[in-house]
């Protein structure tokens, strides 16, 4: 097995310290989450954190699919797993996930405006999806640290910062 150098583990804008990231932030949010029913019928969006949510000024609020915090939690918590145990688990599953779906996509022959040549821009290809990667990863990091504070606040009755 490849052993990677100490460097790729300390650059903190490497692809693995944003998925560590993720990861860990995720991890923290189902260590501190004990009772994950307490979450249901539990709004998303606390009336002043909308704002909040979104770390980057230039980008419009996204909209939530999940009602509320449990489903985004179980959100969060199925896109962890994802990232840990791969395809695999999902092809035992049965299921397909959004990455099978997409390999299977450029698999199909293109026709009528589709790719000029298979393999063209593999290298602007991977860096348009290594940054679409980085911001989604990212913003779930965030996410996952705001359903985590909003629990402790909500249901652990940790006292509200007014400011």
């Given at each position: 097995m490849m052993q990677l150098s100490n460097d790729t583990h300390c650059n903190k804008h490497s692809l693995l310290n944003v998925m560590n990231r993720f990861i860990a932030a995720a991890n923290n949010m189902d260590e501190t989450i004990m009772v994950p029913s307490l979450l249901r019928d539990v709004p998303l969006e606390d009336q002043g954190s909308q704002a909040s949510v979104?770390?980057?000024?230039?980008?419009?609020?996204?909209?939530?699919?999940?009602?509320?915090?449990?489903?985004?939690?179980?959100?969060?918590?199925?896109?962890?797993?994802?990232?840990?145990?791969?395809?695999?688990?999902?092809e035992m599953s049965g299921g397909?996930?959004?990455?099978?779906?997409?390999v299977k996509q450029e698999e199909l022959p293109q026709v009528n405006g589709g790719v000029a040549e298979e393999g063209s821009d593999l290298e602007g290809q991977f860096h348009y999806h290594l940054h679409g990667l980085f911001a989604v990863l990212s913003k779930l990091t965030v996410q996952a640290d705001h359903l985590t504070n909003r629990y402790k606040r909500e249901i652990g009755g940790e006292p509200r910062c007014f400011s």
């Open positions: 979104s770390h980057n000024n230039n980008e419009p609020p996204f909209p939530s699919k999940q009602r509320d915090m449990y489903e985004h939690y179980l959100l969060l918590k199925s896109l962890k797993n994802d990232m840990e145990w791969g395809l695999l688990k999902r397909a996930s959004f990455l099978e779906m997409a």
